[in-house]
């Protein structure tokens, strides 16, 4: 597959194709869904992913209810700032029921491009209940370390929190690669950062996170979580680097 660079992508004036699209209540025609697609599909090539066809009706419908999109709810904790710029913020989140997919592709941007997209499949009728369940952000990225400290390992786990008329009763996934988790309240410490997440990427957030924080024992050096608020056709998302505390 061809790549394209982040300044082809601008070129593909995104803000006007979802403005477009978004702003248009009558349902999308074939021009506006091939248009939606080769974005995505021009998107995904930055990171050596193709996006099958198939895909053309999820990303259709999670494009056209961008909007209505439920946040984690989280108790926040404290905030450091510097020159009144926020260097990081200390969040505690509930446990809750979260949609999981693990992938071990060669490249970390392979596997949480792929876990994305089963997730798609689940939120957009691809689940017991048969009906698009509604769309949460952040979308968490679970990435464990070598044994080294520095290294990604290839397994990858991308996670949905399930919007709130789901958690007591969750849908049950069609494809078997897409589990249910409960997981136990988390106490993170959160950094924002902009653009697209690659291996390199966030391993320079994690070390520029650290030199801000200094030495410590209260926070994982196992694991870390990245938490995406926006959808990959965004060249320019805003994402947060998570270190998580030993004890919430």
């Not at 009706?57 to 404290?78: A, D, K």
Request: aromatic letters at 8%.
């Amino acid at each position: 597959m061809a790549l394209i660079s982040l300044e082809d992508l601008d070129r593909l004036d995104d803000d006007q194709l979802e403005d477009d699209i978004t702003d248009n209540p009558e349902p999308m025609d074939e021009e506006d869904r091939d248009r939606l697609l080769t974005h995505w599909q021009a998107v995904a090539s930055t990171h050596h992913v193709s996006v099958p066809p198939d895909m053309t009706v999820p990303i259709q419908e999670m494009t056209r209810n961008q909007q209505q999109r439920e946040p984690l709810p989280f108790t926040p904790v404290s905030s450091h700032e510097k020159m009144g710029e926020v260097l990081y913020e200390e969040r505690l989140y509930p446990a809750g029921h979260w949609a999981c997919v693990t992938k071990g592709e060669d490249l970390y941007e392979q596997s949480i491009s792929m876990g994305f997209m089963k997730l798609m499949r689940f939120i957009c009728k691809e689940n017991s209940a048969g009906r698009y369940l509604g769309m949460t952000v952040p979308v968490v990225t679970n990435v464990h370390m070598m044994e080294d400290g520095n290294t990604f390992q290839k397994c990858v786990q991308t996670a949905y929190f399930l919007p709130a008329e789901f958690q007591t009763n969750p849908p049950q996934p069609s494809d078997s690669d897409v589990t249910i988790v409960h997981r136990e309240p988390i106490r993170v410490i959160a950094r924002t950062f902009f653009g697209t997440t690659t291996e390199e990427t966030l391993t320079r957030q994690i070390s520029l996170l650290w030199e801000i924080l200094g030495a410590t024992n209260d926070l994982r050096r196992d694991e870390y979580l990245v938490a995406a608020y926006e959808n990959p056709g965004i060249p320019r998302r805003r994402n947060e680097i998570w270190f998580v505390r030993r004890n919430p």
